[in-house]
């Protein structure tokens, strides 16, 4: 079974494709919301399977009907809430195994909205959604923040990225796996350390 995250779908929200970036291009090259749907369904299927699981980090679907695309999708599903998912709670349940409002995993705290920095505490990283094409920032806004990462889908290709992927792109940005601050379980070091040696020998085998 492999883990995939994303955040920000937004099915059934009809001004989704009039978001653009900063420079004035579309952040969805779509024409209608059902487009995008359409399209970002069969992207998840092609990738997901049914045994699968897939933690979908907030701003999942506006509606009801946003959310019976939602159903049609691969995997099983955990919704870790966000501001638009406002849905009465049995509706999620047809869909979602689980619904939380946070999730933690390998020193790592999944979130909606970026949790404030004082409170990142002893985890690695915030995986989180809410920011669209944009990243937590600092220095004042001339870097990205390490301890930040934003798996909204403009961030992935529109469609769910597996956990090695995910922890992958922490790294890259010189971000931390795991709790810090000596914070961590053994069981915790056990996994970073197997999660280290995994990294090296891909490394070798893609230098060779």
Known sequence: MSQFFIADLHFGHNKIVNFTNPDGTKCRDFDTVEEMEDAMVQAHNEIVKPTDKVYMLGDIAFNA????????????????????DNLKLHKYVDVFKDVRGCHVMNGLVFTHIPIHV??????????HGHLHAGKVMR???????????????????????????MVERIVAQGGKIGMVNGNGSQ????????????KVAKQIAFNK
């Open 65 to 84: 009907r946003g959310l019976d695309r939602v159903k049609q999708m691969n995997g099983i599903k955990i919704l870790i809430k966000g501001n638009h």
């Open 187 to 198: 069981e915790q070091s056990t996994q970073n350390a197997l999660f280290n040696s995994h």
């Open 118 to 127: 004082d409170q990142l505490g002893r985890f690695g990283c915030n995986v």
């Open 139 to 165: 220095y004042g806004g001339h870097q990205v923040d390490p301890r930040f990462l934003c798996v909204s889908a403009e961030h992935t290709d529109l469609k769910p990225i597996e956990f090695e992927d």
